[in-house]
């Protein structure tokens, strides 16, 4: 006989495991779009919390599940393009920066990734000149509502901060 407080077989086969042994999700049944979407919102997260060897374990599977994708839009190539960034990669972010270019030329996207590329090879002016680009076509781009635009609303707002500050640097000096 069973005391009143015990669960039985049937009712503990309905509590959720505890999130540290809940399976984790099967990757195999996602689309290749949501598979590069997820890894990449990993590493960035990780990175985000300072958890850099981590970060670095998953940017390879991130950077490998976009070259998957049957194309790349402006989404995906800036989402690589911050991959290549986060690996300290100016060089692959500067070509994503171009793609994007050739593709629609005045993108807030191409900007801000050939702004952080220019800067990581420390190439103070051309970076200056990225941000006043980003800032001469800023409000124009936003007004077209880009859908990626409202998934990375809070980057473009701290680039345009970081964009005004770099160019008011630069207006100051001069001044």
């Known amino acids: 006989m069973r005391d009143a407080g015990s669960v039985s077989d049937d009712d503990a086969s309905r509590i ?3 999130a540290s ?3 984790p999700p099967d990757i195999s ?22 958890k850099a060897d981590s970060a670095a374990f998953f940017l390879p599977m991130a950077l490998q599940a976009y070259t998957m994708l049957p194309a790349l839009d402006v989404d995906a190539r800036y989402h690589i393009g911050v991959l290549d960034l986060t690996g300290g990669n100016a060089a692959a972010a500067l070509a994503q920066a171009d793609a994007i270019r050739r593709t629609v030329p005045t993108h807030l996207f191409g900007y ?18 990225a ?8 409000a124009a781009e936003r007004t077209r509502r880009r859908p990626e635009y409202g998934e990375h609303a809070e ?6 901060q970081q964009a ?9 000096r001069r001044g």
Do not use: I, W
Not at 164 to 172: F, G, H, N, V
């Open 21 to 23: 042994r809940s399976t």
């Open 155 to 160: 980057n473009l707002d701290a680039f345009h």
């Open 16 to 18: 959720p495991l505890p």
């Open 112 to 129: 801000m990734l050939r702004a952080r590329g220019l800067e990581l090879e420390r190439d103070t002016a051309g970076a200056r000149r």
């Open 29 to 50: 049944q996602m689309s290749p779009e949501e598979r590069a979407t997820r890894l990449y919102n990993r590493v960035m997260m990780l990175h985000t919390q300072g």
């Open 164 to 172: 005004t500050a770099a160019t008011a640097a630069k207006a100051t």
């Open 131 to 138: 941000y006043r680009d980003f800032l001469r076509h800023e």
